[in-house]
């Protein structure tokens, strides 16, 4: 049993009872109560993706809530926060109310809707904040975009702590990225693709960081990328400023070599970087600079996909993978099995300051099982999102999710599939 919230690693049962964490410890009465056998496995807090993209409304062909909610489970994740860059988009508290409705009725997982910053992701008039928090928005974020008027990200950060969340930022400069799609550097001039140069994000997390340290607000710096982007955001923290930050299993593990072969699955935004840029996001997220490890779901249609590199759309798959993908850093020693738990459960669910992450008594009982040295191979086609774009398609990787709960209730098992709704 892995919770950091307890701080506890140990040989432990659990007992939930009414959707409630019931009990933690060693050999619990469990008579009356339905068993779930996970020797030799890894019990620990669902997790909880403080950033994923699930296309309701307006691009279900793609994905909709019940598809996503759906993968989310069987990735582990018990809580998923959407962002806002649907059709419409969420400026307006009736998207919002529709979101958490197919939410409630379709989706395995727990969603939370992440409201835009301003209306329409235009970055130029701020949205009512006030009646999207009340409609059930637990963030605000013009992601898939920057708000590159510094004025407008000022009043954005200035009015968020009237209403005290976080507001979540895409630090990319669109001046200098320009066309780019692929990481400046030798890939991209090797394989004859428009540059995306690190100074992009480097320059927009240092802007809205200092923005912070003007406001007071909390921000949180989405797919942090760049070795330069994780420097900034540690000075921040020895500053004292109110600064979190995420990264996502990509970021942590490809590097632009990974679009080689013209892969678009490859193609996400911020792009894949250089084997520095992976080291020190790594070092980021071990040192604690860098909070929680967020998927960045982003899911196409593969005729989307399959265009040249230059035209098809960011994104890649991440809610199935991301548990394999990041228990790397688990397997070479870079984090504890217990602060892997951490950094994907209780620090997201801190951050958006919901419930989750934890199994301490009374705290409602998402639970996740991991077989840390199951092997098996990811077939996107037997995958429960509606989308195929996985550069970890036919792989075999190591570690999965063999059960999840959510407030007690089995909805995904490993040989069993979606249980739920």
């Given amino acids: 049993m892995l919770d950091p919230a307890s701080e506890r690693d140990e040989i432990a049962d659990v007992l939930c009872v009414d959707g409630r964490i019931e009990a933690v410890g060693a050999e619990l009465d469990g008579r009356g109560a339905e068993i779930f056998d996970a020797e030799g496995q890894w019990v620990a807090p669902g997790f909880v993706d403080l950033h994923c993209h699930l296309r309701e409304p307006g691009q279900e062909y793609k994905e909709d809530i019940a598809s996503g909610g759906r993968a989310a489970v069987a990735g582990g994740f018990t809580t998923v926060a959407c962002m806002a860059n649907t059709d419409p988009v969420n400026d307006d508290p009736a998207t919002t109310d529709f979101i958490l409705d197919r939410a409630r009725n379709d989706s395995p997982a727990r969603v939370y809707p992440v409201a835009a910053a301003t209306k329409g992701l235009e970055g ?11 409609a059930g928005a637990v963030a605000f974020s013009d992601d898939g975009r920057t708000i590159m008027d510094s004025g407008v990200m000022r009043r954005v950060l200035e009015y968020s702590r009237l209403v005290d969340v976080p507001i979540i930022v895409h630090c990319e400069d669109r001046t200098l990225v320009g066309d780019g799609v692929l990481n400046e550097g030798a890939i991209s001039t090797r394989l004859g693709l428009p540059g995306n140069p690190a100074i992009a994000e ?31 955001v540690r000075r921040a923290r020895e500053r004292g400023i109110s600064v979190t930050a995420e990264v996502t299993p990509h970021h942590l593990t490809l590097t632009d070599e990974a679009a080689l072969g013209y892969d678009t699955s490859t193609k996400v935004a911020p792009p894949l970087r250089s084997a520095a ?13 860098i909070d929680a490890i967020a998927t960045d779901h982003a899911p196409h249609a593969q005729h989307e996909k399959e265009q040249q590199f230059t035209e ?7 809610f199935e993978t991301a548990a394999a993908v990041s228990l790397d850093l688990v397997r070479r020693a870079e984090l504890s099995p217990l602060e892997w738990v951490r950094r ?20 409602p009982a998402d639970v996740v099982v991991i077989d840390p040295e199951k092997r098996w191979v990811y077939d996107t086609a037997k995958g429960h999102s509606k989308s195929r774009n996985s550069p970890w398609a036919g792989q075999e990787l190591t570690g999965r999710v063999t059960a999840t709960f959510v407030e007690g209730k089995l909805v995904f098992h490993v040989d069993r599939g979606v249980l739920a709704p």
Avoid: F, Q, Y
Avoid at 277 to 289: E, I, Q, T
């Fill in 312 to 318: 098809a759309p960011h994104g890649m798959l991440g």
């Fill in 344 to 363: 994907l459960s209780l620090n997201p669910a801190r951050i958006l300051r919901r419930p989750g992450g934890s199994l301490v008594p009374g705290e």
């Fill in 124 to 134: 130029k008039v701020m949205t009512e904040m006030s009646a999207l928090l009340n």
């Fill in 202 to 232: 480097e320059v927009h997390v240092s802007r809205d960081i200092k923005l912070a340290e003007l406001t007071g607000a909390r921000l949180h710096v989405a797919h942090v990328s760049t070795a330069g982007g994780v420097e900034e």
């Fill in 277 to 289: 840029d992976v080291a020190a996001c790594r070092a980021g997220l071990v040192d604690g600079s």
